[in-house]
């Protein structure tokens, strides 16, 4: 593979352009070809061989790249590909950005309170009730006071854990202030559009209106952008200023490390040739963060997920992996991480988690804090239909995986849930993307993706049948809330008489020349 150009467009935006000969397409196609459950079609086949080139072929020319030119990419490549033919490779253009040349003022001397929340004895009565069976109950006096004092001890540990975390956040916020210098404006117009995505799910999910939202804040359209385009800026500084600290104090992985997981990821994608948003790990990713959006409290949140077999357990680590990556390792001591809404929807949700049937187990997750009313990531396994979890929709962090062997099993279990309002899809293979978009009724549906198709204005957000009637959203919505007038205007200067009797042969076959339906 060939570095034809590499420039920024500005300080931080890299732009990349590289190519494959006719040979290495060729070699990609027979080895995609000879792999088990080969895509039959020509253009996934094509497609698969593609993806393969570029991932095994772009790797050493980035690590030359960063080698060459000192570079700290702080995002994955964006891949747009530019021309393909069997007969003369193919070219692929490549986005990423790297650490723009900032400067760091001051990032030592920063103090921020670590300030546990006070422990309530309903509290304490609550984690003996859930955690503690009647035998520990039934202790003596000097038992229970023993058991009290424990169970005391672990909430202050666990509070104070939580109020380090938010101290943190604190404390990266205060550094973001000192990171000085131009950012690269479409490193920036990103924060602020995933931001505006973030905002949008949660007031949609909240149900409120975004006109009522300004008005109680006092703020006007163009206040409001201004806020949260600062918010995005705040937020990216910070993050830059965490790379900055670990330049300055050669704050580096060890060789040992870096092996290690290297080591890891290359067991995990052994035998996989597809981009990173058709492997597992970026479908692991992407669920996460839609069944934790809200705590799970939105329409379009995953309700469950269909896995085969073979991949369910590689599956099930991943999420794992991801949710403890967006939220630590104490989830529940995350400030990012939302409550339930209420006191009711929490009991519910909690009861569904706990009031399963034999044979199903709690993967991970299943902690929860009812004073707070969080619940954690919940992944819950050996799920089958007719499960109390899969009675009704869950609305919550609780998300069960069902596992599958064929396909038609898989549209088998969406199909007896009738018309659900959104189906998420992960595949690169087009021609799996149109079977399941033609066998599954739906309301809408986001391939490689979930959620965000909600947030879309450029299409219609609505149901069908048990999942809703009509859609809103842009012009589909002006639509909806319209009657259109069908209105026809005619002169009174002219009257062909050809309409009005009396009627004759001649008249009759005229009539039926230039009436419609004749």
């Given at each position: 593979m ?12 890299c ?18 070809r000879a ?7 020509e253009?996934d086949?094509l497609?698969?061989a593609?993806?393969?080139a570029i ?8 690590a030359?790249l ?6 700290q990419p702080?995002t994955?490549p ?7 033919n069997?007969a003369e ?8 950005f ?8 001051e990032?030592?001397g920063f103090?921020?309170p670590i300030q ?5 004895e309903l509290?304490i009565?609550?984690e003996i ?5 009647d035998e ?5 006096a ?6 009290r ?14 109020a380090r975390?938010?101290a943190?956040?604190a404390?990266i916020?205060?550094l ?8 690269p404006?479409q490193l920036?117009?990103?924060?602020y559009?995933?931001?505006?995505r973030?905002?949008n799910?949660?007031?949609?999910a909240n ?7 300004l008005k109680?804040q006092?703020?006007?359209v ?6 949260l385009?600062a918010?995005?800026?705040?937020k990216?500084?910070s993050r830059?200023?965490l ?5 300055r104090?050669?704050?580096w992985?060890t060789?040992?490390?870096?092996e290690?997981?290297l ?6 994608r ?20 839609g ?6 409290q939105t329409?379009?949140?995953p309700?469950?997920a ?5 991949a ?5 680590e991943?999420l794992?992996?991801w ?5 630590g390792?104490?989830v529940l ?10 006191q009711?929807?929490f ?11 034999q044979?199903t187990?709690?993967?991970f997750?299943g ?5 707070t009313l ?6 819950v396994?050996?799920v089958?239909?007719d ?6 929709e869950i609305?919550?962090p609780?998300?069960?995986v069902?596992?599958w062997?064929?396909?038609d099993?898989?549209l088998?279990?969406v199909r007896s849930?009738?018309h659900?309002l959104?189906c998420y899809?992960?595949?690169e293979?087009?021609a799996?993307?149109r ?8 309301g809408?549906?986001t ?8 947030s879309?204005?450029?299409?219609g957000?609505g149901?069908?049948?048990?999942s809703?009637?009509?859609a809103?959203?842009?012009k ?19 009257e062909?008489?050809?309409?009005n009797?009396?009627f004759n ?9 230039v009436?419609p339906?004749?």
């Amino acid at each position: 593979m060939k570095l034809e150009h590499f420039g920024m467009a500005e300080p931080g935006d890299c732009r990349v352009v590289f190519s494959a000969t006719a040979a290495e397409l060729e070699e990609a196609v027979q080895a995609v070809r000879a792999a088990p459950g080969a895509a039959q079609d020509e253009d996934d086949l094509l497609t698969a061989a593609v993806n393969r080139a570029i991932l095994e072929g772009f790797s050493p020319l980035f690590a030359q790249l960063m080698a060459e030119h000192g570079l700290q990419p702080v995002t994955d490549p964006d891949f747009e590909l530019l021309a393909v033919n069997r007969a003369e490779g193919f070219r692929v253009g490549a986005q990423f950005f790297c650490l723009p040349p900032l400067e760091l003022g001051e990032y030592t001397g920063f103090v921020q309170p670590i300030q546990p929340r006070p422990i309530r004895e309903l509290t304490i009565e609550l984690e003996i009730n859930r955690n503690h069976g009647d035998e520990d109950r039934a202790a003596d006096a000097e038992g229970r006071r023993e058991l009290r004092a424990r169970v005391t001890q672990e909430i202050y540990a666990q509070r104070c854990q939580q109020a380090r975390a938010v101290a943190e956040q604190a404390l990266i916020a205060q550094l973001g202030t000192q990171v000085t210098g131009p950012l690269p404006k479409q490193l920036v117009a990103g924060n602020y559009f995933a931001e505006q995505r973030q905002f949008n799910l949660r007031m949609q999910a909240n149900g409120i209106n975004f006109d009522q939202y300004l008005k109680v804040q006092g703020q006007t359209v163009e206040e409001f952008r201004a806020w949260l385009h600062a918010e995005a800026e705040r937020k990216l500084r910070s993050r830059m200023g965490l790379l900055l600290v670990a330049q300055r104090e050669q704050l580096w992985p060890t060789e040992a490390e870096v092996e290690e997981e290297l080591a890891h990821w290359d067991d995990k994608r052994d035998g996989e040739h597809t981009f990173a948003s058709n492997d597992r790990r970026r479908a692991a990713q992407r669920i996460a963060w839609g069944k934790c959006l809200n705590s799970g409290q939105t329409c379009v949140g995953p309700d469950y997920a269909l896995v085969h077999e073979d991949a369910a357990d590689e599956f099930v680590e991943e999420l794992q992996r991801w949710i403890h990556e967006y939220y630590g390792e104490d989830v529940l001591a995350s400030p990012d991480y939302p409550h339930m809404i209420n006191q009711k929807h929490f009991d519910m949700v909690c009861r569904l988690i706990d009031d399963r049937p034999q044979g199903t187990r709690i993967a991970f997750g299943g902690r929860r804090n009812p004073e707070t009313l969080q619940i954690e990531p919940t992944v819950v396994t050996g799920v089958s239909i007719d499960d109390p979890l899969m009675s009704q929709e869950i609305f919550g962090p609780a998300l069960p995986v069902i596992t599958w062997r064929d396909v038609d099993e898989a549209l088998d279990i969406v199909r007896s849930i009738k018309h659900p309002l959104a189906c998420y899809i992960f595949s690169e293979s087009r021609a799996f993307q149109r079977h399941i978009l033609d066998a599954v009724r739906c309301g809408g549906a986001t391939i490689n993706d979930v959620v965000i198709h909600a947030s879309s204005n450029a299409m219609g957000f609505g149901g069908v049948q048990n999942s809703g009637i009509g859609a809103y959203h842009g012009k589909v919505g002006f639509d909806a809330f319209t009657h259109y007038k069908s209105t026809m205007k005619k002169s009174t200067l002219i009257e062909t008489g050809i309409r009005n009797p009396p009627f004759n042969e001649r008249k009759m076959r005229l009539l039926k020349l230039v009436m419609p339906g004749k």
